[in-house]
């Protein structure tokens, strides 16, 4: 008589009630209006910010993301963003085989600065064999080849006022040619280089040809590709938007992209 | 707070017995953690959209064999675990959405936040619950290790540790006889389980895999992602492991509708507990 508590008219009315709350599912596109609004967008990006305060004031700022060796590679290394800029300037480049490229350093430095791929790789290289992180899950590890960013700032002469660093590139998207930035730390750190080759190849286009950024502790979006030049600015107000980078200004990326 | 350190059951056999089971620590993380775990659980099958494939090791991209992987053909959506395969049109890899809209997004719009495709809300929604998360939980942990509701009310005495017992407590959960009288005050040695399980082994896990995905923190602490065996490892973890969060909601929430919901609920919104009547028998 006691082994079973629950009578079946009960459980059977306990069932209707899941499905009233089965019912509720359409208030789910409530959440988007809460999604939009923009003080609880101002909340949730704080989250950004205790992230990157936390990793920046708990962690080694100068750790080295692992290096890997060559039995690690992927087999196939998959680019991410653009893989084929647009344009008749950029197709000529491609054409030439790069010869006449230039990068720029400029900004608040004491010589501007331009060079010709030539230049780059007649100074000291560096090569790294690292995991390429996309903001969407996927990972790759690949070897890279390039200058130290530091290299070209400290020929260039960072002034004090320096405070971040943006990238220009030839790729356009839509409206606008990419951009990225990011602070001194990342920008001096040993492992930050612009790389011209990859798995000790010539950079594919698709990944970036002639020249891209290697930020080993971020997500692939800061990862500049086809670079065409590095500025040094005292704020990011005045870079697009002033999030400081093409996603971060058109869907809110988070700026700092270590997490 | 004046509370009773252990359910207390008045003595006497006045029924029904009331017994306060919950203080109030334990209300405030349950009904954080139940809308903290629901967002993280939407947002980050939105983050999940944007590459619906899971990998083992330290790498995994479109030309890696994927363990797990959600798709569409264009007819179709479907599900494949290793060999194994299904249809899932409707539900996963083809849908249609609430405009009547055919999508071709793994997860379904009612299953993510937001409910169209967009991983840079996704991510902002996760990263910040993320925080409530771990702040959370280690708070309770600490109140658990020294406010003695862990040596109260979770510590698995020795007898119950014993096979028989936990067979038989398992044989009543199968037949739906719960606990009654004085017993249903404590957990059985099930709950005991289940509750240490998601407090000090799944909750952990899901926060240690998904700072293992953060290529800041794996600079900083190689070490933690070297445990899950690599990046794509610790992401194939977490998803799992949230899917034994599901697994464990499903069952607590059946639980709860078949012990009797709105005295389960009221306790853990007041914290007093209207205790069975005993059926009067040994327990």
Redesign the interface.
């Known amino acids: 008589m006691?082994?079973?508590?629950?009578p079946r008219r009960q459980?059977i009315a306990?069932a209707g009630?899941?499905a009233a709350a089965a019912g509720a599912?359409p208030l789910?596109?409530g959440?988007?209006a809460i999604?939009d609004a923009p003080a609880v967008?101002k909340?949730?990006?704080?989250?950004?910010v205790?992230?990157q305060h936390s990793?920046r004031a708990?962690?080694?700022r100068n750790?080295?993301?692992?290096e890997?060796t060559r039995a690690?590679l992927?087999?196939?290394f998959?680019p991410n963003g653009t893989r084929l800029p647009e344009g008749a300037a950029y197709a000529a480049h491609a054409a030439r085989g790069f010869a006449d490229w230039r990068v720029t350093v400029s900004g608040l430095v004491n010589k501007p600065l331009s060079l010709s791929l030539a230049d780059l790789r007649a100074m000291p290289q560096r090569t790294q064999i690292t995991?390429h992180?996309?903001?969407?899950?996927?990972?790759?590890?690949g070897e890279w080849t390039g200058v130290q960013l530091s290299r070209l700032l400290a020929a260039a002469g960072l002034r004090d006022r320096a405070r971040f660093i943006v990238f220009r590139c030839a790729d356009r998207i839509g409206d606008a040619n990419y951009y990225e930035s990011c602070d001194l730390i990342d920008a001096l750190h040993p492992q930050t280089i612009l790389a011209w080759a990859l798995n000790r190849q010539v950079l594919p286009i698709a990944n970036g040809a002639p020249l891209r950024l290697r930020i080993?502790?971020?997500?692939g979006y800061k990862h500049a590709k086809y670079l065409t030049g590095i500025e040094a600015v005292a704020s990011l107000d005045s870079i697009g938007s002033g999030k400081g980078g093409y996603?971060e200004d058109r869907?809110?990326?988070?700026w700092y992209?270590?997490? | 707070m004046a509370a009773p350190e252990i359910p207390v059951v008045p003595s006497g056999t006045a029924p029904p017995a009331r017994v306060y089971r919950h203080r109030l620590p334990t209300r405030i993380w349950h009904w954080i953690n139940a809308i903290t775990l629901l967002i993280l659980l939407m947002s980050g099958l939105m983050?999940?959209n944007?590459?619906p494939?899971l990998y083992w090791g330290?790498?995994?991209?479109?030309?890696?064999p994927a363990w797990l992987a959600i798709g569409s053909t264009p007819k179709t959506g479907y599900l494949r675990v290793g060999e194994w395969r299904i249809e899932t049109t409707g539900v996963l890899g083809r849908w249609t959405d609430?405009a009547g809209d055919e999508q071709t997004w793994a997860i379904p719009g009612?299953a993510t936040?937001?409910?169209?495709y967009?991983?840079?809300?996704g991510?902002?929604?996760h990263?910040?619950?993320?925080?409530v998360l771990a702040i959370g939980l280690t708070l309770y942990m600490l109140w658990s290790l020294f406010g003695g509701h862990l040596r109260k009310n979770l510590h698995v005495r020795r007898a119950e540790w014993s096979p028989r017992h936990i067979w038989r407590d398992i044989r009543d959960h199968a037949?739906?006889?719960?606990p009654?009288g004085e017993a249903a005050a404590r957990y059985n040695i099930l709950q005991k389980l289940s509750y240490i399980s998601v407090i000090f082994i799944m909750l952990p896990l899901m926060i240690a895999t998904g700072l293992s995905?953060?290529?800041?923190?794996?600079?900083?602490?190689?070490w933690l992602?070297d445990l899950f065996g690599g990046?794509?490892s610790a992401?194939s973890i977490h998803f799992l492991v949230a899917f034994g969060l599901v697994a464990f909601f499903l069952v607590h929430i059946v639980m709860v509708?078949?012990a009797g919901?709105v005295n389960e609920v009221r306790s853990m919104v007041t914290g007093w507990f209207r205790l069975?009547p005993d059926?009067g028998?040994g327990a």
């Open positions: 006691n082994g079973i508590i629950l459980l306990r009630g899941l599912l789910l596109a959440c988007d999604n967008r909340i949730l990006s704080m989250g950004e205790m992230h990793q708990l962690t080694d750790a080295l993301a692992r890997f690690d992927s087999p196939v998959r995991r992180d996309c903001v969407e899950g996927w990972s790759a590890i080993e502790r971020q997500l996603w869907v809110d990326y988070e992209a270590g997490i | 983050i999940f944007a590459h494939r330290e790498y995994g991209a479109n030309p890696d609430a009612w936040i937001p409910t169209s967009n991983l840079a809300d991510r902002r929604w990263l910040f619950f993320a925080w037949r739906l006889r719960f009654a995905m953060s290529p800041g923190f794996n600079a900083a602490a190689p992602v990046r794509q992401r509708l078949l919901p069975p059926r028998e």
